[in-house]
């Protein structure tokens, strides 16, 4: 799917004339994306473990000269071993990710700079969140005297949830059981993909195009004809699990870009994957919005700035994909910015 762009830029070339009339246009230009779930209803919370753990972070830093920050955070759970996946178990398994990414670089200029981390494994109730973080940077080159500095920031909050099927039938997911005829389903992805300097693995998804050959015998499970002929993915009869649960795949990914002569940016995030009440679903949203610094009292940024989200739910029977639904949006604006953002998924 080609990425929609949005790009305003400044071009100081012109008379005085010219480049005042732009400038002045410039100053009345607000970008605004709002996400608002649900997309889809799909994919149910993870239940909590035995054993949780919390984590609480603030960071706070004021520079005059440079200031470098880098985190990055993932958190996984299932609902059995997590060492042999992928592929998920034939009886029915859950894996759930929350990835957290975030770099700051800034040189020869005035900044304030602070975040917080909240990480929570434990199960959360429909209002609650397993990790929620606030960021609030402000930056201007002009706050060491030479206005020659520049800063860079990128941040990215992620949840990816697979489920399979489980007995009576067939997983989502996983190969086809051993000797039958089929696919093995498998799934590689890049944590934060949008942004190569950030890149994480995680080798686990419910669906996928690429596909290997299975081992052509004939199978033993049903159904199957007198001719030993495995009739799964033909069969008029639709599999459905035992406990009623619809095997799925979710990943969402929403998160911005930076680079600044001045300005500031201020986001948050929050995300929930795990919960022992199905209904309480699961749920990311990233909010960001990027203006004027309070150092210089300029109601507009001067730099680049970049905002996008890519979501993508499938869902099915076995190791047959019978939805999918993706979302895919990314704006850039260039020159004097001020742009807000905001992402949520929810599910169910």
Known sequence: MPR????????????????????????????????????????????????????????????????????????????????????????????????????????????????????????????????????????????????????????????????????????????????SEGSCPSCSSDLFGHDPSGQMYIPDCGFSDDEEPCDEEPCDEEPCDDDDKDDSDTSDEIPSSSDGITPSSVRVIAGSEVQLKEGSVNSASSSRTVSDNPDAGIEVSYSVNVEGSGQTGHDKAEGKAEVYTDAIVMEGYGTNQTTEMSYEENVMVNGLVQISMKTEYTSP
């Open 4 to 179: 929609r762009r949005a790009w305003v830029s400044r071009d100081d070339q012109g008379g005085e004339m010219a480049t005042k009339s732009l400038v002045e246009l410039l100053a009345v230009i607000l970008v605004i994306l709002v996400i608002i779930g649900p997309l889809v209803s799909a994919a149910d919370p993870i239940p909590a473990g035995s054993g949780t753990s919390a984590l609480f972070l603030i960071i706070s830093a004021d520079a005059r000269g440079s200031l470098l920050s880098g985190t990055e955070l993932v958190f996984t759970q299932g609902t059995a071993n997590l060492s042999d996946n992928p592929p998920l178990d034939p009886q029915g398994e859950g894996q759930a990710t929350i990835g957290y990414d975030e770099k700051t670089l800034a040189t020869s200029g005035g900044i304030t700079y602070t975040r917080t981390i909240d990480l929570d494994t434990s199960s959360q109730g429909a209002n609650g969140a397993n990790l929620e973080t606030v960021r609030q940077i402000d930056y201007a080159n002009e706050g060491d005297g030479d206005r020659v500095g520049t800063m860079y920031s990128s941040e990215s909050v992620m949840i990816e949830v697979d489920i399979s099927e489980g007995e009576p039938g067939e997983p989502a997911g996983i190969c086809p059981q051993s000797g």
